[in-house]
């Protein structure tokens, strides 16, 4: 089986896989890291979202093979020690989350709008989501939470 | 997925190698599409051969009549890019509605066209924006590349390497989604490039991207948006699907084409 | 005092963990030695089932064993059960044709399960499945419920014409007599589309057998963990409770869906003692569209009588309901007892009549999803009153305002069996009316048609029946279990304490609504309060939580655990103290001597009834630790009115939704934060039920609807900001005076969405369309207007 190395959450880690292995599996079958959540097969829910050097991608649709070398980040990754994004704090704060499940990948993709766009409008965070489903909360609320998240994260 | 055997390409010759020796050999770009595919078994490729690491697949140029983009762009390149927003604005809005953000951070205009899903945005920006495709082995036109539902001129182990665009005097783009895969139902470039006009329609025929001559005809060199509307486009020959009629999507052929063209303006 | 008790919007203790990726459902759950399973499904909707051979697949790499119906049928399974059982017209039960986990000698739906293959890795028992050659008689399906009753084919072949039961409700010969004096007989025709969950955790089980001791314990992902151990135990693999464990942890969304009892627990769990080892199985999302238990799925012809002055006389309802392939769980209730026992909605209409056939079809079994029954009653009297308004030239508000049941009726007898215990109708419907500026719309109006735009708006009042349930009733009615719940508090020695409820959170937010419930009820802060749930080996029972029944019926358990620690703290606090028993008040978190300085705070009195050093011994117990059941009177009736406001673009049939106002009476609120954010997603899920989702069978019954590429689930720019309110009086069937609030959002807001589009496309000579309103529909409609 080939070798694949990267950087997770800052740190270095390889291993050997099959070439069918996903991004995905890898992180949560080799490295624990469960927080990355499988919703769908067909690459449409979001639910997995991670960054990919600094990008927001779909780790179900991509072989961990072709992250070889990349600096992956998850959102076990976002929090500073014990304090927490900003974006994660906003979807505290306005309850921008119900079963929880879709919530990881909701906060990685929210992360990445910022960075693309850092004040975005409510129905440009709507189209952003496109990716990204929901079955708990209709939207309404991790709508607010984005739009305070990306406020607080211009500080 | 079954398995396969992986090899990250270093060069385009190291690629059509690994593809020309492998059994059943296929190249990987952005894998949107691919690996969904594998993924639901529904293709058993012996070797993927990953083209990420081809440094001269990616990238925009600007040829001066003519805007060339690398087979291994993305979506989220093309669309953020300054020389294709300045240039071909319709193109760079087409590929900031491709799928959904995390699509445009990997999809590749060559993926998506090598792939040439009827439903896909690309070709119909090919086809109205009279691009050429280039290849390791040749250019063609897009009209000649897009060829059926899925089937494109390439041949086995032919590699799309750039497509290059003119610059268009007036283009536009209208998408009328599906409303579960955000596929278009009906989508229609409509262009007017050195007194030529093209209205290139996606997702609405059964063999693919068409030029619908009848709405050409009514846009006429003004691109007369009121006349594209009034088109009664025929439903022979057209998708229909619990999403949409033939007849639906006939009808949407104009509207679509109509609003095209009042954005192109 | 504290600030964290009933009616403060308490940020949410869950939302760390899920926050930063640390949340446990049952997927990240991995247990040492695991194995893998993978389901073999049926490919057909209808077939005889003649050899299954493994013998390739047995010998393939990493297989651990290969088991079939057979197999399961060798060792005495029993078949997955249901319910609730009920009654034809004649008196006799259902047909309950037998359902066994693993297809025995035909498959009934496409996805039925054929056979499980246990590997080292997922992939290779995959690959391996691949290699099972399945024997085939392919039969014609009964996919048509139409069809079905004709005979079409027999699903059960003990069930020849495809009917489960054929149920009546009401007064037949009263309602006869009210249409015969009739002013008006307003008629339609209505479907209930077919919906599928999709809660975004797919279903997973992991199972586990412990052969020394003889213990099962299965991880699954369920709303009701000790049902599945009631049902599963001893109905199916006769284990005894005191050998099995049901776990579910977090749970990401269940919406109804994972209530059911599903195959693939009663199988991982059988299979578990064969192969030794622990097994894992985790669906993928186009398993969870071909077995997950669908929503709704009704056909109904209904008839309104009333009088000269446009009072309702008579309602008569004909409803064929789909149950699909197999009696699910709870399948049985939800069209009859959950469905017509509403039909007087929030109006006068004093007689009524309801019959209801139920129908076998080669699909996926139908059971309960947000609202069962509520939902699809709701939908069809909302649309029946409005068309009574536009037949009648009585306008849409005035016809509900002329029969609503008033404020001073109450407690409210119906014609259909319940009695509405509290409620105020006309409040809550005149504040939603101006919430959602009624009066301007008709300037929005003319705004709308200037842009070449149609506009229309629409009205939908609802009452609910939840809080399910009280057993007596429900045990009348036919369901086979009790509804009560059940509550542990357990007060530490340093006075922090732990609640363990029988109920389930999936979303709902219990870790933080229950906490408040103690926090109010000791006066001490909410981060004092730890709630635990999903595991049968902690908690000491329960019924699990749907039909908004956690803060009714859970809650007043809680609240009776927690009087029962305070009683007893009070006899400690009145030793200690020196006082008599009566003279010890407890408020906010101390307990003092009336009238004096002399008191003990919560801590203190906790600290003494573990360290009982000074204790009244004799006379009590040490410890702080209470049980309680609580099971309720009647159910709780939440109502409201829901608004919906559209644009149409009738060049391409695109809804708009522009506003939508919902105001529900949901009684007490407890966390206003999350009661708003119970509404928001059910209203989204009714906004998709009649905007964007419905299930497609072919004629063959292959699921045309599949995958997310072919079934619309609501996305964030297909939906409006929500502008909700609560309107409540105070219920009147349980201590917490609370309703339930979990499922109005999906009862209330298809029919506004409806009447909103019909009311925008009258001008244009439209008069019904059907649900999804896709864009695809409305421009058809309009055209063939």
Known sequence: MPTVSMTVNGKSVSAEVEPRTLLVQYLREHLGLTGTHVGCDTSQCGACVVHVDGESAKSCTMLAMQAEGSDVSTIEGLADGDTLHPMQEAFRENHGLQCGFCTPGMVMSAVDLVRTNADPSEQEVREWLEGNLCRCTGYHNIVKSILAGAKAMQG | MYNFNYKKASSRDDAVAAQSSADDGSYLAGGMTLIPTLKQRLAQPSDLIDLADVGDLAGISDDGGAITIGAMTTHATVAESEVVTSKIPALAALAGHIGDPQVRNRGTIGGSIANNDPAADYPAGCVGLNATIITNKRELPAEDFFTDLFETALEEGELVTAVSFPIPDKAAYAKFPNPASRYAIVGVMVAQTGGETRAAVTGASQSGVFRAADIEAALGSGLDAAAAKEVKVSADNLNADIHASAEYRAHLISIMASRAAAAAG | ?785
């Open chain 3, 1 to 785: 005092m504290t600030d964290t008790g009933i009616g403060a919007s308490v940020r949410r203790v869950e939302d760390k963990r899920f926050l930063t990726g640390r949340g446990n459902y049952t997927d990240d759950i991995d247990q040492h030695g695991q194995a893998y399973a993978w389901m073999l499904r049926s490919p057909h909707a209808h077939a005889r089932l003649n050899n299954v051979d493994t013998a390739a697949a047995a010998s393939a790499p990493g297989v651990i064993a290969i088991f079939t119906g057979a197999d399961m049928a060798a060792d005495e399974v029993g078949g997955l059960p249901c319910g609730w059982q009920i009654h034809n017209k004649d008196g006799s039960p259902m047909n309950e044709p037998a359902h066994p986990p693993l297809a025995v000698d035909k498959v009934r739906h496409v996805g039925d399960q054929v056979a499980v293959v246990i590997a080292e890795t997922k992939a290779q028992a995959r690959d391996a499945a691949e290699l099972i050659a399945v024997d085939y008689d392919v039969l014609p399906a009964a996919i048509d419920m139409n069809a079905a009753l004709a005979g079409a084919s027999a699903v059960h072949d003990d069930v020849p014409d495809n009917m489960c039961f054929d149920w009546e409700i009401g007064d037949k010969d009263a309602t006869e007599t009210a249409f015969s004096g009739a002013a008006h007989v307003i008629s339609i025709d209505v479907v209930n589309n077919r919906l599928i969950p999709n809660a975004m955790e797919p279903r997973a089980a992991i199972a586990h057998h412990d052969s020394s001791t003889g213990h099962y314990t299965l991880h699954t992902t369920t709303q009701n963990p000790h049902v599945i151990r009631l049902l599963m135990g001893a109905f199916v693999l006769q284990i005894p409770e005191h050998k099995l464990r049901i776990v579910s942890h977090d749970v990401g969304g269940g919406f109804g869906s994972k209530i059911s009892h599903y195959a693939e627990e009663a199988i991982l769990t059988w299979a578990s003692a064969k192969v030794t080892q622990p097994i894992k199985w985790v669906a993928e999302r186009s398993e969870s569209f071909m077995t997950d238990a669908h929503g709704r799925d009704h056909e109904t012809h209904a008839e309104l009588a009333m009088d000269a002055d446009g009072n309702f006389t008579g309602l008569r309802v004909a409803t064929k309901a789909n149950i699909g392939a197999y009696l699910s769980t709870f399948g049985s209730s939800v069209p009859t007892y959950l469905y017509a026992t509403l039909m007087a909605g929030v109006y006068t209409t004093p007689a009524i009549y309801c019959e209801v056939k139920t129908v076998f079809t080669n699909t996926v079994p139908v059971d309960a999803y947000r609202g069962a029954g509520r939902p699809e009653c709701t939908y069809l009297l909302e649309r029946l009153v409005n068309k009574a308004a536009r037949e009648t030239g009585i306008d849409p508000v005035e016809i509900r305002r002329k029969n609503m049941i008033q404020a001073d009726q109450f407690p409210y007898q119906t014609p259909v069996a319940l009695q509405y215990d509290v409620g105020d109708y006309p409040t809550a419907f005149n504040t939603a009316l101006q919430a959602a500026d009624y009066e301007g719309f008709a300037q929005r109006r003319a705004e709308s048609e200037s842009n070449g735009k149609q506009r229309g708006i629409g009205i939908s009042t609802y009452i609910e029946a939840c809080g399910i349930a009280p057993s007596a009733v429900a045990g009348a009615l036919g369901a086979r279990a009790g509804l009560y719940e059940s509550a542990q508090v357990r007060v530490h020695p340093t006075g922090s304490v732990t609640v363990y409820t029988g109920t389930h959170s999936h979303g709902q937010g219990h870790e933080t609504t229950f906490a408040q419930l103690v926090s109010e009820s000791f006066g001490i802060p909410a981060d004092q309060v730890e709630v635990s749930h999903g595991d049968t080996g902690e908690v000491q029972f329960g019924m699990g939580t749907y039909g908004s029944r956690s803060l009714a019926v859970g809650g007043p358990a809680i609240l009776k655990a927690c009087n029962k620690v305070i009683d007893k703290a009070k006899k400690i606090a009145a030793h200690i103290l020196e006082a008599s028993e009566a003279d010890i008040e407890f408020t906010d978190g101390v307990f003092r001597v009336s009238g004096t300085d002399r008191e003990m705070a919560f801590g203190e009195v906790s600290l003494a009834a573990y360290v009982p050093h000074n204790y009244p011994i004799e006379e009590i117990e040490p410890g702080l630790d209470e049980n309680a059941f609580y099971d309720p009177l009647n159910f709780s009736f939440p109502a409201g009115c829901h608004i919906c406001e559209v644009e149409v673009d009738p060049d391409t049939g695109v809804i708009d939704i522009a506003n939508f106002t919902a105001v529900d009476d949901v009684g007490r609120v407890v966390n206003p934060m999350i009661v708003e954010g119970q509404v928001h997603g059910g209203v989204a899920q009714g906004i998709g039920q009649a905007l964007l989702e419905g299930c497609v069978y072919d004629d063959a019954g292959q699921l045309l609807t599949g995958s997310y590429m072919d079934y619309t689930m609501p996305r964030a720019d297909d939906l409006p900001n929500l502008n909700v309110g609560t309107q409540s009086v105070m219920g009147a069937s349980n201590p917490l005076e609370v309703k339930g609030v979990g499922e109005v959002g999906a009862i209330g807001s298809p029919p506004a969405v409806i009447n909103a589009i019909l009311d925008a496309l009258a001008p244009l000579g439209v008069d019904d369309i059907s649900m999804p309103a896709t864009p695809s529909k409305v421009w058809q409609a309009i055209q063939n207007a």
